[in-house]
C-alpha cells in the first residue's frame, strides 16, 4: 500500500561540490559537542532572504513505541491525554522562531538521541502465514487485491485480518508505514459486502490520513456496491451530511467532525457494529481524548472495536482496557527508530541557520526533502524564504484549506516539487514514497514526535538521512 528525481529550480544549475557525498556527516565532533563544518561546494545564496537576485544554482529536489509523554501541537485542544499534557522534561520546543538559539530547553535536551548511524542489520525475514488468495474473501474483493498487486500480506496483516474477519476486538501495536490501514480495511470490506446491514466508523487524527484510507477503501471495494463518506474538517459539511443521509456503508473521519455530526443528531453510532480508531496515541497526543471517549460512549455495547497504534502509552493502555473485549494483542514493532536511517545534527545560530540548510538542500543526493517547523506561521515565512532563493517548495499545515494541502502533497509525491514544509500534521500515517531527508528545522517537542517525524524516510529498505538543527 504502499522516482525518480525532484525538479530543481529552473534555469540553473546543480551546485557541485568535488568533495564527499551527503553521506559525509558534515557535522564534526569536537569535545562534547557537535559543530557544523559545512558541505564542500561553492553555490552562492542571497546576501539576505529578501533579496530578489535570481538564484544562481539549483535544489535537489514515520518507528517503534517511544516514551509519551502526553505533548501537544500548536491547535490542539486542551486536556489531552488520560494523565493531561504534561511537558517533556528531556525535549521541548524550539520557540526561538528561526534561529535555533534561544530555546531555554535546550540544556536539558539530549543531542546525542539525534545523532546515529544507520545500521546494516540483517533482519530475519517475516514469512507470512498467509497469501491474500489464503484469505477467505469474496471472489470480487480477491480481484480487486490482485489488480493492487498484493501478494504477501505484511506481518500486520498477517496476524491480524482473520481475527477481525471473525469479529473479535483487536489491538495491533506496529510501526507506520507497515501496511495498517490493509490489515482492518480488508476484512471489514469483506464483511459488509456479505452483510450489507452492517456499519463501520473509522476514526484517523488527521484528514490527510482520513482521506488516505478513503482512497484505499475505493480502490478495494470497486464493484462491491458498497459506499463510504469521508467526514473531516476543512471540507463543505453539508455534503458530508448529505452523503451520510442518503446511506453509507463506512463512515471515516477526525474525531472532531464526527462529533460534529453526532451533536448534530445527523450520525447516529448505535447502528454501528464495528469501530476503527487508527493512530490511537496521536489521536491523544493531539488532544481528541474527550471526542474519542464521547464517540465510543455513543457506539453499541455490542461492537467490534480495533485499536492500531504505534506506541504503548500509559494513556492508550487505559483506553485498551475501558473499551477493549477480550482483546488479541499482536506487536510487529522494530526499534524505537528505522535502521535504514542516518541520523546527524547541524549547529546553527539565527544568522547562518537558513544558510545551512540551503547548503543541505543543494547537496547532491536532497532529492525529496521533508522539514518539519513547529508553527503555522514560521512554515510560512520558510516557504517564501525558500522559494526566495529559487527552490520548488510546498507547505501544509492546519490552517490551509483542505485541497489546497491536498493538492500540495500530490505535488510532493509526484515530485513537482522537492521540498516540503510542514508542522507535525504530517508526522504520522502519511505514505509518502521515497523521501531521502527529513530535516528538523525546529527541535521535536519530545522523543516519541522525532520518532515519527523522522519515519518518513528510510522506509520500504530504503536509506534515509535525518537532521536536527541545534542551538550553535
Known sequence: MHTGHSARPQGAKP???????????????????????????????????????????????FRGPAPVGGSRFGGAKKGSGFGGGRRSTSFARNRSGGGGGG???????????????????EEKKYIPKHAFADFPFGEQLQKNIAKKGFIYPTPIQDQSIMTVLEGRDFFGLANTGTGKTGAFILPLIDRVSRDKTQKVLILAP???????????????????????????????????????????????????????LIK?????????????????????????????????GKCSAKRQTLFFSATLSPEIKKMTEMYLKNPLFVSVVTGNTSKNVD????????????????????????NKVLIFRETKRSVDQLETELKTRGFKVGAIHGDKRNRERMRTLDAFKMNQI?????????????DIPNVTHVINYDIPNDYDTYVHRIG???????????????PA
Open 206 to 260: 488527521t484528514r490527510e490520513l482520513a482521506q488516505q484510507i478513503q482512497e484505499e477503501f475505493r480502490t478495494l471495494s470497486g464493484w462491491l456496491q458498497i459506499f463510504s463518506a469521508s467526514v473531516v474538517g476543512g471540507m463543505p459539511v453539508h455534503r458530508q451530511i448529505s452523503e451520510i443521509k442518503r446511506g453509507v456503508h463506512f463512515v471515516i473521519g477526525t474525531p472532531g467532525r464526527v462529533t460534529d
Open 418 to 430: 522537492s521540498i516540503l514544509i510542514a508542522t507535525d500534521v504530517a508526522a504520522r500515517g502519511l
Open 103 to 121: 530555546n531555554r530547553f535546550a540544556q536539558r535536551i539530549d543531542f546525542a538521541k539525534f545523532v546515529k548511524k544507520a545500521e546494516k542489520v
Open 264 to 296: 448534530q443528531k445527523v450520525l447516529d453510532l448505535s447502528t454501528y457494529s464495528t469501530v476503527v480508531l487508527d493512530e490511537a496515541d496521536r489521536m491523544l497526543d493531539m488532544g481528541f481524548r474527550d471526542d474519542m471517549t464521547f464517540i465510543l
Open 456 to 470: 518518513r524516510t528510510g522506509r520500504a529498505d530504503k536509506k534515509g538521512i535525518a537532521l536536527t538543527f541545534i
Open 15 to 61: 551546485a557541485r561540490t568535488g568533495g564527499r557525498s551527503f553521506g559525509s556527516s558534515p557535522v564534526s565532533r569536537s569535545g562534547s559537542g557537535f559543530r557544523y563544518t559545512g558541505p564542500s561546494h561553492s553555490a552562492p545564496r542571497p546576501a539576505s532572504s529578501g533579496s530578489s537576485a535570481k538564484p544562481a544554482f539549483k535544489s535537489g529536489g
Open 343 to 366: 541520523q546527524d545534527v547541524i549547529r546553527a545560530n539565527k544568522d547562518d541557520k537558513l544558510d545551512k540548510l540551503h547548503d543541505v538542500l543543494i547537496k547532491e543526493g536532497s
